[in-house]
């Protein structure tokens, strides 16, 4: 149920599980070189990334029409136009990067005529072998990949701004909702009574 200063549960829990699944797919890929190329590690780390990528994506389409049906609550106290719009245009470019990168990578292992792993289902093949194509491919899904850091970097530092700076509820809004913690001196008077 969406109050009126949070977001719906469900784009709160999908936010943060999304969140969590970019973390672990940039981990890999980065960390994958710990591993020889072409060891059973190396190649495990591959797999995970190309399905948390993935995950990404399906969490995506589920996020869509509930952040269509749930409107975004307001930030308190009212930021001013040119920060909505800037807000806006990031969220956008979020949205983008989200799309675009698993379905970069599906492409890539396609035109490099790879299975493509979903947790035990094997993903239709989207292009004819094609390795220059599929090196293409690659070098753009790196890119958007590095440019991944700065678009993520910039969202977080303007909710932690908001938060700690400007002290409004940008941040807050995204979080999850907590039952007030009881003070101890009252619990401990309420065992003795």
Not at 20 to 28: N, S
Not at 69 to 96: D, I, N, S
Not at 140 to 159: D, K, P, Q, T, V
Request: no cysteine.
């Amino acid at each position: 149920m969406q109050t009126r200063n949070t977001y719906h549960s469900a784009l709160i829990g999908i936010h943060w599980l999304t969140v969590v699944l970019i973390a672990a797919a940039y981990a890999l890929i980065e960390f994958r070189g710990i591993f020889p190329k072409g060891t059973g590690a190396h190649d495990l780390m591959k797999t995970w990334h190309f399905m948390l990528g993935l995950t990404v994506l399906a969490l995506l389409l589920a996020r869509i029409p509930l952040r269509l049906a749930f409107r975004a609550p307001p930030t308190t106290p009212e930021p001013p136009v040119w920060q909505e719009r800037l807000a806006g245009a990031m969220h956008l470019a979020l949205y983008a990067f989200l799309v675009v990168m698993p379905i970069l990578g599906w492409l890539t292992l396609s035109a490099k005529g790879t299975p493509i792993p979903f947790f035990g289902l094997e993903l239709p093949v989207l292009l004819s072998p094609d390795k220059g194509l599929a090196k293409n491919l690659e070098g753009i899904h790196e890119w958007i990949g590095n440019l991944g850091y700065w678009l993520i970097g910039l969202h977080s530092a303007a909710a932690l701004f908001h938060h700690y700076v400007l002290r409004d509820d940008t941040l807050r809004r995204m979080g999850f909702k907590r039952k007030p913690a009881k003070r101890l001196g009252r619990s401990l008077e309420a065992t003795r009574s």
